[in-house]
C-alpha cells in the first residue's frame, strides 16, 4: 500500500500538532507539510501533490469558492474540512462527494486516511 501524504493546514499550531499525533498513529499515512497560512496552499498542494488536505475553515469562509476550482485542476486531492467553530468535520472529494464525518472515532478517521478511492 503505498503511502498517503497529508498537509495540515490549520491556523491553530496546537490543532496541527494534535492531528500529526493522530496521523503518526495510522499506518502508510504521513503529513508532508504543516501550514498556518491558508494562501500558502495552493503552492504547496502544486509542490507535494497530496492525496490530502486538512483544513480549517476561516470565518468567512471564502475556501469553499476556490477549493471547488482547485478540486477540478487536481482530481486527486481530497479535503477534510473542519468547521471554523469546530462543530463539524466534513470530506470533500472531486466526485462530487461530501460526507459527515463528524461523529468518527479516531479509529475510523485514520480508516479513512488509509483508504484507496478510485476517481472516475
Not at 1 to 13: E, F, G, H, Y
Not at 60 to 67: A, K, P, Q
Amino acid at each position: 500500500m503505498a503511502t498517503k501524504c497529508v498537509i495540515l493546514a490549520n491556523d491553530s499550531r496546537l490543532l496541527r500538532e494534535m492531528l500529526q499525533r493522530v496521523i503518526n498513529k495510522a499506518d502508510n499515512v504521513k503529513v508532508v507539510q504543516e501550514i498556518s497560512n491558508h494562501e500558502e496552499l495552493p503552492s504547496a498542494i502544486e509542490r507535494l501533490s497530496p492525496e490530502w488536505v486538512i483544513l480549517s475553515l476561516p470565518f468567512r469562509n471564502s475556501m469553499r469558492d476556490w477549493m471547488g476550482a482547485y478540486m477540478a485542476e487536481h482530481p486527486s486531492v481530497r479535503f477534510i474540512l473542519l468547521s471554523p467553530d469546530n462543530n463539524s468535520v466534513k470530506m470533500k472529494s472531486q466526485v462530487s462527494c461530501e460526507a459527515d464525518l463528524t461523529n468518527l472515532s479516531l479509529k475510523d478517521f485514520i480508516q479513512i486516511l488509509q483508504k484507496d478511492f478510485q476517481h472516475t
